[in-house]
C-alpha cells in the first residue's frame, strides 16, 4: 500500500513525496528509487519528527497505527492511515482525540466512499429517494482470496476477513445509511477452511438506533465465486451499490416495478480518496471524509460482533 500511495501523491499537482520509511531496507531503496523519492528514513520515528512534511500516510499492519499515527499528530502532522483503522475502538478513540487536540486532519483509508455508484446512491439516500432505509446488507466474500504473512497473525492485524475486507463494506453500508449510532450486534466468526489464527470467515448482524438492521458477510475463503454486494432496502426505493442498480415502484401502477443500472465513469477510487485528502488538509474535513470519529464507530461495531462470536450472545454496543 506504501507503494500505491506513493504512486498516487505524485499524480497530485503540488505535492512531493519527500521521504519514506520501511523496515526493508531494500524495499525501502526500491520504492525511493522508482518514485524518485529524496529522503530515506531506517526510523519511523525521525520521519515523522522532520519538520519539512506537512502529511503522514501509514500503510503498516493495524498493529503499528495508533502508535505511528498518534507520535505523527502531536508532531503537527496531517494523517492518512490506512484501514482498518486500528486494533480496537479504544485505539482508535485515541487517534481521533489527538488529530482534534492537535487540530490536524486524520483520515482513513476508505476508498470505497470513493467508488462512482457510491457517491452516487449517497446523493439519492440524502434527497429522500429511498425512503427510510431500513436493512442493508453488506457481503465481501472471497472463494480464494486469503492475504499471507502478517494478516493471519492475531497480534499484528487483529483480526482476520472481518478486519480486512468486512471493514471496508461495513463503512460504506454505516456511510450510505446515514451514520446511525450502533446499539446492538451478535456474530459467528469461522476458520474452518484457513486454519488461521483469525476468522477466515465472519457473519455478523449490526441493529442501530433507529431500528435500521444490517448483515454483514466476510470471508477470505469460501467453496462459492465471489459475491461482493452492499443492497439497502428503503420504503419507496432499494439499491445496490458495487453494480449499481436502482430499483422502484411504479406509482399508479399494482404490482408495478422499475429496475435502472446507471451507467457512470469509471474512476481511479485510490487517486480519488488521497487527492481528497489533499485537499481537505487545506479546507477541513467533508461529509464525504472518513473522520477519526468514523473510525471509532466503525471499530465498535467490530469489537461488538468479535465479542458477541468470542461470547455467543448478543452484545450491547456502548
Known amino acids: 500500500m506504501g507503494r500505491v500511495y506513493a504512486r498516487s501523491f505524485r499524480q497530485i499537482s503540488g505535492v512531493k513525496v519527500y521521504a519514506v520509511n520501511d523496515i526493508d531496507e531494500n524495499r525501502m531503496k526500491q520504492l525511493a528509487e522508482e518514485y524518485n523519492v529524496p529522503v530515506q528514513y531506517k526510523s519511523w520515528e525521525d520521519l515523522v519528527e522532520d519538520p519539512e ?9 493495524p498493529a ?3 502508535e505511528m499515527t498518534v507520535k505523527a499528530l502531536k508532531n503537527g502532522k496531517h494523517v492518512i492511515c490506512e484501514k482498518p483503522p486500528a486494533l ?3 485505539e482508535a478513540k485515541e487517534m481521533a482525540d489527538e ?5 490536524r486532519v486524520l483520515m482513513f483509508g476508505f476508498q470505497w466512499r470513493f467508488l462512482p455508484q457510491a457517491e452516487y446512491v449517497w446523493n439519492l439516500a ?11 446488507r453488506a457481503r465481501y466474500l472471497r472463494m480464494q482470496g486469503a492475504p499471507a504473512g502478517w494478516f493471519r497473525l492475531k497480534k499484528y492485524a487483529g483480526g482476520g476477513a472481518l478486519m ?10 454505516w456511510w450510505l445509511t446515514g451514520r446511525r449510532k450502533p446499539v446492538k450486534a451478535l456474530g459467528a466468526s469461522y476458520d474452518l477452511l ?3 489464527e483469525v476468522d477466515d470467515t465472519f457473519i455478523g448482524y449490526v441493529l442501530f438506533d433507529n431500528g435500521l438492521s444490517m448483515i454483514v ?3 477470505w475463503l469460501q467453496n462459492w465465486p465471489n459475491e461482493i454486494e452492499i443492497k439497502l432496502y428503503g420504503t419507496k426505493a432499494g439499491a445496490e451499490v458495487t453494480q449499481l442498480e436502482i430499483c422502484r415502484k411504479i406509482e399508479g401502477i399494482t404490482g408495478a416495478y422499475v429496475s435502472t443500472k446507471p451507467i457512470l465513469e469509471k474512476r481511479d477510487t485510490q487517486l480519488a480518496k488521497i487527492k481528497h485528502f489533499v485537499d481537505i488538509t487545506k479546507t477541513g474535513p467533508t461529509e464525504h471524509t472518513p473522520t477519526g470519529e468514523d473510525a471509532v464507530t466503525v471499530m465498535k461495531i467490530i469489537d461488538a460482533l468479535y465479542k458477541s462470536s468470542s461470547e455467543g450472545t448478543p452484545v450491547k454496543i456502548d
Open 164 to 173: 480486512d475486507i468486512g471493514v471496508h463494506v461495513i463503512d460504506l453500508a
Open 64 to 66: 503499528f497505527h495508533k
Open 126 to 136: 440524502r434527497k429522500g429517494f429511498f425512503g427510510e432505509i431500513y436493512r442493508a
Open 194 to 196: 484457513g486454519k488461521f
Open 217 to 219: 458477510e466476510a470471508s
Open 53 to 61: 512534511i506537512d502529511a503522514v500516510a501509514v500503510c503498516t499492519p
Open 99 to 103: 488529530a482534534e487536540k492537535q487540530h
Open 88 to 90: 480496537n475502538a479504544a
